[in-house]
């Protein structure tokens, strides 16, 4: 388990270099749901979403290395780049072919190399190990590694500083870094507060191993949520016993429900991806109510604007 001292340590190592994320109400959900409902608007980070976070802290944390590697969805291997590019290291970051086009331009044009391998996160994974035995690079996995988590739970420490009130924290799970770490933060200094999981029906790789028992392999599927596709490692040593043993609900939605929470968080002037939307869509559906006030992580904006366009006109 990952810790509030790791936590707070995190956040005195990335102060300076990740943004303060602001908090807004949203007047719309906080009709729908019956409780003060606040965006955590994450996706204002500098690289676009919440992973900067971690990628800062493990980063501040190597030593003398060839350079680094990951496999990625594409949020993460952007903040990485990032990262690597600020401390003046070569970076490569694997991804498969599912990746959308302008999450790939956007690794690249932060000088990282964007190697597409396969058909699913497993299989670019298989590269960055290997880039990692053969040639000397520190493998910076997406979420279970104990410094990513820490970094990501620093957004839980701003979150009960910003809304000590806070009854409940709904959190996008892909691989469970976001939530572990959230959660670690968050009930270490408010054992009281729920946290709740979200996540898409195609594919949610965290959802079946926690019905499985254990991490098993799930078909990754094309979804909006696009960046909480892939597996969770059937390895994984931290980020699913931390998931199971911290979070108190999971909502799984439809691409509809999905869809919906885009369109709304449009309307409030919020430009996201599927992933950051799956909040305010469990809100939207009647599958999310509360307790409140409810914290809703908006995790990221980095959605294809031509994907985003043909939400918008479906409505």
Do not use: W, Y
């Not at 409902?37 to 060839?66: M, P, S, Y």
């Not at 990262?83 to 490569?92: I, L, S, T």
């Not at 396969?118 to 997406?142: C, H, M, T, V």
């Not at 699913?240 to 449009?266: C, N, Q, Y």
């Amino acid at each position: 388990m990952v810790g509030l001292e790791a936590i707070r340590d995190a956040a005195r190592r990335i102060e300076g270099q990740v943004l303060r994320t602001p908090v807004a109400r949203s007047e719309g959900l906080t009709q729908a749901a019956g409780v003060p409902v606040l965006l955590k608007l994450e996706h204002q980070q500098t690289t676009g979403a919440f992973k900067l976070r971690g990628a800062t802290n493990a980063v501040a944390r190597l030593g003398d290395v060839a350079g680094v590697t990951t496999a990625s969805t594409g949020n993460h291997g952007r903040a990485l780049a990032h990262a690597a590019r600020a401390r003046g290291m070569r970076a490569v970051i694997c991804m498969s072919s599912l990746v959308p086009d302008n999450k790939v331009r956007a690794i690249r044009d932060l000088g990282a190399e964007a190697r597409i391998i396969g058909g699913s996160q497993d299989e670019a994974f298989l590269e960055a190990q290997r880039l990692e035995a053969d040639e000397g690079f520190a493998l910076i996995p997406p979420f279970d590694h104990p410094d990513v988590i820490a970094g990501q739970g620093t957004l839980g420490l701003e979150i009960i500083e910003q809304i000590p009130e806070a009854a409940a924290i709904a959190v996008p799970l892909s691989g469970g870094g976001l939530l572990a770490g959230v959660a670690a933060a968050a009930k270490a200094m408010r054992p009281d507060i729920r946290i709740i999981g979200i996540s898409m029906e195609r594919g949610a790789a965290m959802a079946a191993s926690l019905a499985a028992g254990q991490p098993v392999e799930v078909r990754e599927l094309p979804t909006l949520a696009d960046s909480l596709g892939g597996g969770i490692g059937l390895q994984n040593r931290l980020t699913f016993p931390m998931v199971r043993d911290l979070m108190d609900d999971l909502i799984l939605l439809t691409e509809d429900e999905i869809a919906a929470g885009i369109r709304h968080l449009a309307l409030e002037g919020h430009v996201v991806e599927g992933a950051a939307a799956v909040g305010a869509g469990a809100v939207l559906a009647g599958r999310l109510r509360g307790p409140g006030p409810l914290v809703l992580i908006v995790s990221g904006a980095n959605i294809d604007p031509a994907t985003h366009a043909d939400i918008l006109r479906a409505a």
